[in-house]
């Protein structure tokens, strides 16, 4: 985007946050994530050459504060599990 202004696009169908991202063959894909205090299992998928979200196979688990990363073809969500100790 050039000519520095802001475009609206296709809005993803469901409301999260602390929802990690990844970008793979040129589609962003929004993994799990919050929705009001309930982690989530669906994934959705930008494609910006046609502004079109859809919605993709939903993970096995809910997840979210996680992070997402593609490394050679392959979409990773990587889990912390923290304990803590009082």
């Keep these: 985007m050039a000519n520095d202004t802001w475009t609206k696009i296709n809005s993803f169908k469901t409301a999260t946050i602390?929802?990690?991202?990844?970008?793979?063959?040129?589609?962003?894909?929004?993994l799990?994530?919050?929705?009001?205090t309930n982690s989530q299992s669906r994934v959705e998928v930008y494609n910006p050459e046609i502004n079109e979200v859809r919605s993709f196979k939903d993970l096995t688990t809910p997840r979210n504060q996680s992070v997402a990363v593609t490394v050679n073809g392959d979409i990773l969500l990587l889990v912390v599990l923290m304990e803590v100790v009082l």
């Excluded at 799990?32 to 009001?36: D, E």
């Design 32 to 36: 799990g994530g919050l929705n009001n």
């Design 18 to 30: 602390s929802a990690p991202s990844t970008v793979y063959n040129g589609e962003i894909y929004v």
